[in-house]
């Protein structure tokens, strides 16, 4: 029972960005699972999302909102603490990768990748911390990285991908000592290759490249995050800010 209470986020209202698909729909369902009410922002809306938790007895909001448009942002999180009471927890989920020699590499791809992976994440940060600092309300960030802000993935090259989340690494460590005192933690977590559209659906000959560079053998599943993503979110991780966690199979430590 008392491990139950530690993880439980039954009272939480639990902000996930890019939550209308992949791994963001995935963890969406299992907040609401240990009970926290569930808002979605994404630029097309998350209406199976929406339908998938409330089939089960969850609550969940949908709001359509770009987050790397600061505007869209500021007025969503304003409506979301008007109606709501509050963010406790956020899952800033949203990204996109571009596979793309650098020397190829065009100005608008790498200013999509940047402002969707880093800047949106930053938005969402800036703008949910402030209320959150505002209404006096403790709670837990949880930004998206990835194994690529630590390494180099190979056959492909994704330099604005890489650069965007080693960003999000130093982003989520600046928040955590900036906000310490705020009872606000921030932390990230750096998945490898999961099997959602971003990963599944590129050549098979990436895939058949990167398989055997995982000491495991295999791409992760969505499903696999959850635990992770809901100690950072939970009580359990009281004493937790600043940390980036690797969640790869292994792959970096090869």
Not at 95 to 108: E, F, K, N, R
Not at 159 to 170: D, E, L, Q, R
Request: charged share 20%; proline share 4%.
């Amino acid at each position: 029972m008392y491990l139950e209470e530690m993880f439980s986020l039954k009272g939480k209202v639990a902000l996930v960005t890019g939550g209308g698909r992949g791994i963001g729909q995935v963890v969406a369902l299992g907040l609401a699972r240990a009970g926290a009410v569930i808002v979605n922002f994404a630029r097309s809306g998350a209406d199976e999302t929406v339908k998938l938790i409330e089939a089960e007895g969850g609550k969940c909001y949908d709001y359509r909102v770009d987050v790397t448009k600061e505007e869209e942002v500021v007025k969503a999180v304003g409506e979301v603490f008007e109606k709501l009471g509050g963010i406790h927890v956020v899952f800033n989920n949203a990204g996109v990768c571009i596979h793309q020699d650098t020397l190829d590499a065009l100005p608008s791809e790498w200013r999509e990748v940047i402002e969707i992976n880093l800047t949106g994440e930053f938005f969402i940060c800036q703008e949910v911390g402030r209320k959150m600092i505002e209404k006096g309300i403790k709670g837990s960030i949880i930004n998206m990285a990835s194994m690529s802000g630590s390494i180099v993935n190979v056959p492909q090259w994704q330099v604005s991908y890489n650069a965007s989340k080693a960003g999000v690494i130093h982003m989520t460590r600046s928040l955590a000592v900036e906000w310490a005192e705020f009872g606000i933690r921030v932390n990230s977590i750096s998945p490898g290759y999961i099997a959602t559209p971003m990963s599944v659906d590129t050549p098979q000959e990436l895939k058949d490249a990167w398989i055997p560079l995982i000491p495991q053998l295999r791409m992760g599943n969505p499903e696999e995050l959850i635990p992770a993503i809901l100690y950072l979110a939970s009580d359990a991780a009281g004493y937790t800010t600043g940390a980036d966690l690797i969640i790869d199979g292994g792959y970096s430590v090869r």
